[in-house]
């Protein structure tokens, strides 16, 4: 059991920081242990719907998305929701990416749901911050509920002292801000959190975060 639980949390490490090889190649080790030790069919379930994002962001949409359903109804007849906001974010990124803008936002608004029911907000910025996203990807009417929204998620993560995910955030932020030709304020918003770190700057978010602040100065 130990190694499963290893293997999964491998799998969530990866997804957070945007590798969706990495993140495959655990998930499928997950599921292979635990139909091997016939263990753990949560995380089993759990594996399938971390395989299911991998291998949507590598372009196999919908094979991802019928995992990452499979998964999550797996789970809810085992009466399981730890992490399930986490899930529906990442089903919500899945189906943004084909276009599926309205797919998307009804997860997310199912992953708030969750939140509020079981008192679980650990992701609850990033079901604000992909709101914001698919809104502006639905229509450029909605710049100011998408702002409204990235500004939600900040504030959640700075409240929960989550660093990473304020700066991903940010990120969407300033590069709202700064397609409406705010470049002074998008600057000035993301420059100190992108300087708070000290490491970590091989990962996408910190890279997409100096890519953008380069565009800035």
């Known amino acids: 059991m130990t190694r499963i639980t290893a293997l999964a949390f491998a799998s969530f490490l990866h997804h957070f920081r945007r590798e ?31 395989h299911g994002w991998a291998v949507a962001a590598q372009g196999r949409a919908e094979e991802g998305l019928e995992a990452m359903r499979q998964g999550l109804d797996a789970l809810r007849a085992m009466r399981l929701e730890v ?19 309205d797919e998307g936002l009804a997860a997310l608004a199912e992953a708030q749901e969750v939140i509020e029911r079981t008192h679980e907000p650990r992701w609850e910025d990033e079901v604000h911050r992909l709101q914001g996203v698919l809104l502006l990807d639905r229509s450029a009417r909605d710049r100011d509920a998408s702002e409204a929204c990235f500004k939600k998620a900040i504030e959640i993560a700075r409240r929960q002292s989550a660093r990473s ?11 709202l801000w700064a397609a409406a030709g705010k470049r002074a304020a998008a600057h000035d918003l993301l420059a100190p959190i992108y300087g708070w770190f000290t490491e970590g700057f091989d990962t996408n978010d910190l890279k997409d975060a100096k890519t953008l602040l380069d565009r800035l100065t």
């Open 20 to 50: 969706p090889q990495l993140t495959e190649e655990f998930a499928e080790a997950t599921m292979a242990v635990c139909v091997e030790q016939d263990l753990a069919p949560h995380f089993r379930a759990t594996g399938g719907v971390m």
């Open 83 to 101: 992490r399930r906001s986490y899930f529906l974010t990442m089903l919500a990124e899945a189906y943004a990416d084909v276009g599926r803008l």
């Open 165 to 175: 995910l304020e700066l991903r955030a940010a990120t969407s932020l300033a590069r």
